[in-house]
């Protein structure tokens, strides 16, 4: 099991790199929800469940569309809709494809054994995440969301037409 962990943890390493590296930003995204479902697969590896659906659904879900919705009101016109045409080309969804697979093999033989990961000992509750968000970390939280709120406004304003 300790050789999945590994393996999700180097998709997640590699998959960042290239959301650093990319000079795409639609590339980068799509390398970016790679990155986030490989962290997902460690968490259920490690025994927290709850902690790898919240992390799928919050991130690799939520925001990500966010992200999405962002570029592509950023991104209007003619030249745009040819460029991603383009894109749409299969060579580009290789990488991030051949890093899914890789995480999806390694998650369906860990749940085939019917185990989680041997380091863990004790599952997170939901109970457990709601007492952190609201009680010690409840600042970083908030802080979170309106720094996601000032980037939503922010891009709005950006992307108007006068």
Request: hydrophobic content about 60%; cysteine-free.
């Amino acid at each position: 099991m300790s050789f999945f962990f590994y393996l999700a943890a180097a998709v997640a390493v590699i998959a960042t790199l290239f959301v650093i590296g990319g000079r795409n930003p639609v590339h980068a995204l799509l390398y970016l929800v790679v990155s986030l479902l490989a962290v997902a697969g460690i968490f259920f590896m490690m025994g927290a469940p709850f902690a790898g659906a919240l992390e799928v659904i919050v991130y690799a879900g939520a925001i990500m569309v966010l992200f999405v919705f962002v570029v592509m009101m950023l991104n209007l016109g003619q030249a745009t809709v040819d460029q991603e045409r383009h894109w749409i080309q299969m060579r580009y969804w290789v990488g991030p494809g051949l890093l899914s697979a890789i995480l999806l093999a390694g998650l369906l033989f860990v749940l085939g054994n019917g185990g989680t990961h041997p380091m863990s000992m004790t599952e997170v509750s939901a109970k457990q995440v709601g007492i952190h968000l609201f009680g010690p970390y409840l600042l970083a939280v908030e802080l979170a969301s309106m720094l996601l709120l000032a980037a939503l406004v922010a891009a709005y304003h950006l992307g108007k037409h006068d």
